[in-house]
């Protein structure tokens, strides 16, 4: 539980000596209370103190890693249930399942299928981070092998080993180690052996017990053995059952401060359905609420735009726009005649711009100007959207160089800027575009038919 100013005033050296900017300890401590302020400002705290009050000041919510290098990831760490309160810090990660039981064929199917779904959108590269190894076969070699096969394929995903045999677990994690792998089932009957294995390499150690309080029971368990990078998992076989614990074990951590709960959660959707699309609705509300690894059967395209894409929403900071990488953009197969428009650096926007160009068929260029990641009005109400800003983004991006048209489309809304531009951009002459959108295709082709 959270100290309270008069828990924390007991540990204070009350000297009243001013050094940490407060007239009394007691003011201090009831500012430390508030979290306003930081321990390390009294310099007179004993070490017993600071370690008790760094104890009681953690987050509820532990944040824990997984994976190496380049290719290493947070979970948890969350502070709030809704985003409306705060942003979600650590976004879950995707992971698809494959066991040594499945043949051949339909392990390469799903390793082309994995590495294929491998895009950018709004400047994050978006692919699947985690591939579940599953012991089925109860044999060591067929497992490592593999292994091995995910591994040397599947370059970008991290392996996450599911197993609870710890002598198999243990041959699996020297396969793979170097990739920083998640170990996955730890119970009741091998935690001691499963903690052993995970502290002796620093792993990420999932536990998974049949429901939400043998779940709590295991946790103490194994924090009592001295290992805190976790990752929970109940067995419930029904979608209620699952969302009802990952919820509860999200609400005990934050609205309780229980830290026995205080750890990410993992669901496999693909225990729940064998049903595709059912499996892309139920990995949506999870990533809503509030699983931090989601396992798949499988992924391709029409699961991971709508996941990826509602991920990435949910994941950023509201109070800060979604931009797009300033620059020159080629729609089709535009040359140096094609036409040239100009439009803000916020993401909605352009995404609605490109696609509706695209839609004309008409291959054209995009110049995205530094807009401060506006809509377009906005921008130009901010003065961040002008002559000047459409000059240097076609100084910037070599656009003389590049292209031979001295034409620019710009927003039917911001017309007003025309002769601005015109006197920034000398030899241009600035065309008046339509005011939404949706009307650009009709305008495209009437444009390229002169
Ligand atoms: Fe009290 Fe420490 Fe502040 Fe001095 S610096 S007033 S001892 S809390």
């Not at 302020?37 to 509820?60: F, G, H, I």
Request: hydrophobic share 40%; charged share 25%; net charge neutral.
């Amino acid at each position: 539980m959270a100290l309270t100013g008069m828990d924390i005033y007991k540990l204070l050296p009350k000297k009243n000596c001013k050094e940490c900017g407060f007239p009394t300890c007691l003011a201090f401590a009831m500012k430390l209370a508030q979290g306003a302020v930081e321990a390390t400002k009294c310099p007179y705290m004993s070490d017993d103190a600071k370690a008790r009050l760094s104890e009681a000041t953690a987050p509820p919510m532990r944040t824990v890693k997984f994976g190496a290098g380049d290719k290493c990831y947070n979970l948890g760490g969350e502070t709030v249930l809704f985003r409306h309160e705060k942003t979600f810090v650590n976004k879950p990660r995707f992971a698809v399942l494959f066991s040594d039981a499945m043949s051949e064929e339909e392990i390469q199917g799903k390793i082309a299928r994995m590495n294929k779904v491998d895009y950018v959108r709004i400047n994050e590269e978006m692919y699947v981070e985690i591939a579940a190894l599953k012991c089925e076969s109860g044999n060591k070699e067929t497992f490592l092998s593999l292994i091995k096969k995910v591994k040397d394929s599947c370059k970008k995903a991290v392996p996450m080993i599911i197993t609870s045999n710890p002598e198999i677990a243990r041959a699996a994690v020297e396969e793979c180690k170097e990739s920083g792998p998640i170990l996955f089932g730890a119970d009741e009957q091998n935690c001691e052996a499963m903690v052993e294995l995970a502290k002796q390499h620093g792993l990420l150690l999932g536990v998974t017990a049949p429901d939400q309080e043998k779940l709590y029971n295991l946790v103490q368990k194994i924090q009592n053995l001295g290992y805190r990078e976790l990752l929970l998992s109940t067995e419930s076989g029904t979608l209620k059952q699952t969302f009802d614990d990952v919820v509860n074990i999200r609400r005990t951590a934050l609205l309780s401060q229980d830290r026995t709960l205080g750890y990410p959660t993992l669901v496999f959707v693909n225990r729940l359905s064998k049903d595709k699309m059912m499996q892309l609705a139920m990995a949506t509300l999870f990533v809503e609420k509030y699983a931090s690894v989601i396992v798949l059967d499988d992924i391709d395209y029409s699961l991971a735009l709508p996941l990826f894409a509602l991920r990435q929403n949910i994941y950023t900071d509201p109070q800060r726009p979604m931009k797009v990488e300033q620059g020159l953009y080629k729609i089709g197969s535009a040359d140096e005649n094609s036409p040239l428009l100009v439009t803000v650096d916020f993401a909605l926007t352009y995404f609605i711009v490109s696609g509706e160009v695209e839609r004309s068929k008409i291959p054209s260029w995009m110049l995205i100007p530094d807009a401060g990641g506006y809509s377009v009005l906005t921008a130009w109400a901010s003065g961040k959207l002008s002559g000047k800003s459409i000059a240097k983004a076609v100084k910037d991006f070599a656009v003389e160089e590049k292209l031979k048209t001295r034409e620019i489309v710009i927003p039917g809304k911001v017309a007003v800027l025309k002769a601005d531009i015109e006197d920034e951009l000398p030899g241009w002459k600035v065309v008046v575009g339509p005011d939404e959108a949706a009307l650009l295709p009709k305008f495209l082709r009437d444009y390229a038919d002169k």
